[in-house]
């Protein structure tokens, strides 16, 4: 029979009923509860509340898409009261940034882009008044893997590329086992096919920005030390920006700005990236008026700090290879940062 909202609502109430009422665990046969005072009996509603609330909000966080929050205990990224109070308010994020490729079914050394399957950007953001310390990124579920279906990057406002929020709430955990490996699958046509691991291209550090009207994605590298061919020909520098816009919505026709960075934490979000510099930033570090009223660090400033930690860390795990102790996995397992 259809339960009706009638029986549904009585229903509720009798499961809300409290439960009896034990001493020291356990019920006593035929004992009588004293009636509790009016105080007590507010305390324990307000008690089973938050209950109540916090298992709803467990709940909601189990079913949301988004990525667990930056965290900053142990490990090489520290907690800073007086660097987070000076951080610029137009950086709406801070934190590592990776570039892979990956070659293409059967190519184990790709020669040109033709060889290539999409590259892939990896965003591992960190607390917002965090510095980078020595030793590994603590391995917390807040990677996004970015896919590039043009294989390489935009450099100039000519470009407009697409790409897709792969992956959103990841630990590097989890994408190397899922993601970083190679794997053989069976074909129809040509049997077994070799799909290799990913390669490494290079490892920096980033600030997604907003200026109100455009949001930029602002990087710095730190391995290689210095950018070769291989870097060149997928459209990275030493330094660069994209402006970088979320697809339309709300029934608006035009690419949007990204005012929070919880927008991109959601898998297949769709993203655009624009060409704006390199070896500079463009209008990615432009310090908002109030910052500078407030004497605040302008954007330019932070991401050239947090570079140099990180450029100070990657030395202490030993140069180029500490992109391999940064992605959790073994530098047997891949190959090795190439510059041509």
Same mark, same amino acid.
Not at 100 to 115: H, I
């Given at each position: ?50 209950? $109540? ?60 882009? /033709? ?49 897709? %929020? ?21 074909? /129809? ?15 920096? %550090? $980033? ?75 463009? $209008? ?44 959790? %996995? ?6 090795? %940062?190439?510059?041509?």
């Amino acid at each position: 029979m259809p339960t009706t909202r009638a029986s549904a609502r009585k229903a509720a109430e009798s499961d809300a009923k409290p439960e009896p009422q034990y001493e020291n665990g356990a019920a006593k046969a035929g004992s009588k509860r004293k009636p509790e005072s009016k105080a007590a009996s507010e305390d324990k509603a307000h008690k089973s509340s938050k209950a $109540h609330s916090g298992q709803a909000a467990t709940d909601a966080e189990k079913k949301s898409p988004t990525k667990a929050k930056p965290k900053s205990s142990g490990g090489a990224v520290k907690s800073d009261a007086g660097r987070e109070e000076a951080q610029p308010s137009n950086i709406v994020e801070k934190g590592l940034i990776y570039f892979f490729t990956r070659g293409r079914v059967g190519v184990e050394e790709p020669e040109s882009a /033709k060889d290539l399957q999409p590259s892939y950007i990896v965003l591992r953001p960190i607390p917002s008044g965090a510095e980078l310390g020595k030793g590994p990124i603590q391995d917390h579920r807040t990677c996004r893997l970015i896919a590039l279906p043009k294989k390489v990057l935009p450099t100039s406002g000519r470009n407009r590329f697409m790409a897709f %929020v792969e992956k959103a709430g990841q630990s590097m955990e989890k994408l190397k086992v899922n993601f970083f490996r190679g794997y053989e699958k069976e074909t /129809k046509t040509r049997g077994m096919r070799e799909t290799p691991p990913v390669k490494p291209v290079a490892e920096g %550090v $980033h600030a997604l920005t907003t200026t109100g009207r455009s949001s930029h994605l602002a990087y710095m590298l730190t391995v290689p030390s210095e950018v070769g061919e291989l870097q060149d020909d997928l459209g990275l520098s030493q330094k660069g920006s994209f402006v970088i816009s979320q697809e339309p919505k709300f029934g608006r026709l035009s690419w949007m700005p990204i005012p929070e960075a919880n927008f991109l934490d959601y898998p297949n979000a769709q993203i655009l990236l624009i060409g704006e510099a390199q070896n500079g930033f463009g $209008h990615a570090v432009e310090p908002t008026k109030e910052d500078e009223k407030q004497s605040k660090a302008t954007p330019q400033e932070e991401l050239e700090t947090l570079e140099n930690e990180g450029q100070i860390r990657i030395e202490g795990l030993g140069g180029s290879d500490a992109i391999f102790a940064g992605l959790h %996995v073994s530098k047997k397992e891949y190959s090795p %940062v190439v510059t041509t």
